[in-house]
């Protein structure tokens, strides 16, 4: 999918928006019906269309690895992780559920398991509707450069503003 439309690529940046306007106007260039709220992860309700952006913009060190070593995506150049992840999420709503049952039963066993944070992080990753959401948004990043390029500056410009 290549994007195309929206207020993001036309006209000159709009120092007025807040990050959260920012974040909805893209959104909803994919789907109309995606609304983007602040909240304590960065995580979507694929049925609802909400996605929660972490107001702590950050991406741990073994998921950037994780993304590079283990699947070849390498997003660095094209976006910051904070944009990424709302890509991820987008990826989730575009996709739906692939084993929605299975992801239930292995995020609770997960969580209830005695691994190590990284090791949790590692089995997460590798659930099948977080590799399609990584390989949905890896794909969108690759075709849409330029367009991410103009929602980080844009993202700059709202200098933080929620």
Known sequence: ??????????????????TLELLNEFAQCIDKDILVFHGDDTECSIERKHIYI?????????????????MGYDFTPYCSSYV??????????????????????NVLALKESDYSVYNKQYKYLRLSDEIH???????????????????ERELRASDGKF
Do not use: C, Q
Not at 7 to 17: D, F, Q, W, Y
Not at 134 to 149: D, Q, S
């Open 1 to 18: 999918m290549i994007l195309t439309i929206g207020i993001i690529i036309i006209g000159g940046l709009n120092m007025n928006k807040t």
């Open 54 to 70: 972490s107001k702590a913009p950050y991406i741990l060190d073994y998921l950037i690895d994780y993304l590079l070593i283990d």
């Open 84 to 105: 990424f992840g709302l890509i991820h999420e987008l990826g989730h709503i575009v996709n739906g559920w692939i084993d929605k049952d299975g992801y239930s039963l």
């Open 133 to 151: 959401s990584n390989e949905w948004a890896y794909e969108f990043i690759k075709k849409n450069k330029k367009i991410l390029k103009r929602l």
